[in-house]
């Protein structure tokens, strides 16, 4: 058993500190983790920077999956955790905590998560974003929106509507949502580091909760 965190690749880049302090947090709450890096900035504009040579959409997604794994590897050696580029599908976790980037082209970090979910008996996925939560409706398009404390997965499919492109952005990936669906696991949307052991010592969170209903 392990617990599972899908650690926004611009979560990374736009909060270092927090990103410090979340990797000391982990490894003071008695728990294995299992961290999965986005990929943030730097793969979209990577995306964008190898589209000009004209790369087929697979090795686009490729472009993405390896920028991940920087991102994975990098926070590997800074915070000195165990890193692995093993299929999430049959991950082991051994040691405390295990960092990990992308898998398969078309996929995202979060259908990872999903995966490593499963094969880790993990009943839940904390989702660090730079969004508080879940909002009902775009925050990038919209001004007047409501953060949700709870969202059912179903509901969760109505906002997420968008194409599977290199580069793409969710605020959690509805292929990703639909594994969680299906198996049970509950997903945490937070930019609140201190939510991850609220939730596991069953305590009020301030991000949001996908589940259902
Ligand atoms: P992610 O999409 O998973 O990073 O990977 P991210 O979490 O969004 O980064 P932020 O935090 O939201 O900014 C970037 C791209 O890499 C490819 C996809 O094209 C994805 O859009 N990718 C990633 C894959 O093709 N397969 C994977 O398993 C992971």
């Given at each position: 058993?392990?617990?599972?965190?899908?650690?926004?690749?611009?979560?990374?880049?736009?909060?270092?500190?927090?990103?410090?302090?979340?990797?000391?947090?982990?490894?003071?709450i008695?728990?294995?983790?299992?961290?999965?890096?986005?990929?943030?900035?730097?793969?979209?504009?990577?995306?964008n920077?190898?589209?000009e040579?004209?790369?087929?959409?697979?090795?686009?997604?490729?472009?993405?999956?390896?920028?991940t794994?920087?991102?994975?590897?990098?926070?590997?050696?800074?915070?000195?955790?165990?890193?692995?580029?093993?299929?999430?599908?049959?991950?082991?976790?051994?040691?405390k905590?295990?960092?990990?980037?992308?898998?398969?082209?078309?996929?995202?970090?979060?259908?990872?998560?999903?995966?490593?979910?499963v094969?880790?008996?993990?009943?839940?996925?904390?989702?660090?974003?730079?969004?508080?939560?879940?909002?009902?409706?775009?925050?990038?398009?919209?001004?007047?929106?409501?953060?949700?404390?709870?969202?059912?997965?179903?509901?969760?499919?109505?906002?997420?509507?968008?194409?599977?492109?290199?580069?793409?952005?969710?605020?959690?990936?509805?292929?990703?949502?639909?594994?969680?669906?299906?198996?049970g696991?509950?997903?945490?949307?937070?930019?609140?580091?201190?939510?991850?052991?609220?939730?596991?010592?069953?305590?009020?969170?301030?991000?949001?909760?996908?589940?259902?209903?």
């Amino acid at each position: 058993m392990a617990a599972v965190i899908s650690l926004g690749g611009s979560f990374i880049f736009d909060k270092k500190k927090d990103t410090s302090l979340l990797f000391n947090e982990l490894k003071k709450i008695n728990e294995k983790f299992l961290v999965i890096t986005g990929g943030g900035p730097i793969a979209r504009d990577y995306i964008n920077f190898a589209r000009e040579f004209n790369l087929t959409e697979k090795d686009l997604h490729t472009v993405g999956i390896k920028c991940t794994h920087i991102n994975a590897w990098v926070m590997s050696k800074t915070f000195k955790t165990d890193y692995t580029d093993e299929d999430p599908r049959k991950i082991k976790i051994n040691k405390k905590i295990t960092l990990t980037g992308g898998f398969l082209p078309g996929w995202t970090t979060d259908t990872c998560a999903a995966y490593a979910a499963v094969s880790t008996r993990s009943k839940i996925i904390f989702n660090m974003s730079k969004e508080f939560g879940v909002y009902d409706k775009d925050p990038r398009k919209f001004d007047n929106v409501k953060l949700l404390k709870e969202i059912s997965f179903d509901k969760l499919y109505t906002l997420t509507k968008g194409k599977r492109v290199p580069g793409m952005n969710f605020i959690f990936d509805p292929l990703a949502a639909k594994i969680c669906k299906k198996n049970g696991i509950e997903v945490i949307v937070t930019s609140d580091i201190e939510d991850i052991k609220r939730y596991l010592e069953n305590k009020k969170i301030n991000g949001t909760v996908i589940k259902d209903h």
